[in-house]
């Protein structure tokens, strides 16, 4: 679990790093991309792995800084960022691609297994520290990839959804074609009328 640390300024940034692509920068020997958009921790892994990369493995407090640092400092400074680390139910982690974990700097009081739900991993922008979430949240992200992996030439874009669906809404597969949204009880289920024709008017069944 998480203990209380003594708060730290995020925007004091005195760190070298190099602008190698559009919007990736290498440090240490590793490049990132850190997103100033917002989408679910599925379509965020997909996203680094189109562009040679996957959700960033965090492995010292000297990584994690300048990572937090840099978000505060260069990025939109508000909103969390997903990072490569899941939580089992059983409150067991690790990272995605398998990197044995060595270092986990959790909030005070996480993971805390929400709901039985939250086995994503982000960072916390205020303090950099990490929680458990649902992976259906939307938040930013951080992508990393090593020297060897093929250099892109634009930024990380969102995967186009499954038919064409926003994001948030399920493609279901009917003689309609239809997107779904599931919605709390009190809620009324939305239909949006497939095909999606770019610039044309939403059509809604409530």
Same mark, same amino acid.
């Given at each position: ?112 297994? %929400?709901?039985?739900? $939250?086995?994503? !991993?982000?960072? +916390?922008?205020? /303090?950099? @520290? ?59 289920? %939305?239909?949006?009328? $497939?095909?999606? !024709?770019?610039? +044309?008017?939403? /059509?809604? @069944?409530?």
């Amino acid at each position: 679990m998480g203990a209380a640390l003594k708060p730290e300024p995020s925007n004091d940034f005195d760190y070298s790093f190099k602008i190698i692509d559009n919007g990736w920068i290498l440090y240490e020997e590793h490049e990132y991309y850190v997103s100033n958009r917002t989408t679910s921790a599925e379509r965020a892994r997909a996203s680094c792995k189109k562009h040679g990369g996957d959700l960033a493995v965090i492995e010292s407090e000297a990584e994690r800084k300048f990572l937090w640092k840099y978000n505060n400092y260069y990025g939109t400074h508000s909103g969390d960022l997903y990072i490569g680390l899941t939580v089992g139910l059983d409150g067991e982690f690790g990272w995605l691609d398998q990197t044995p974990v060595t270092y986990a700097p959790w909030a005070p009081g996480e993971p805390n297994s %929400g709901n039985d739900d $939250e086995t994503c !991993v982000a960072m +916390k922008a205020i /303090t950099g @520290l990490w929680y458990d979430t649902n992976c259906g949240s939307t938040n930013k992200f951080i992508c990393e990839r090593h020297n060897s992996s093929v250099h892109s030439t634009v930024a990380p874009t969102m995967p186009v959804p499954v038919g064409g669906c926003a994001d948030g809404w399920l493609f279901l597969i009917t003689s309609a074609s239809n997107c779904l949204v599931l919605m709390k009880k009190t809620e009324k289920i %939305g239909l949006m009328h $497939e095909p999606l !024709v770019k610039n +044309k008017e939403e /059509t809604w @069944l409530l």
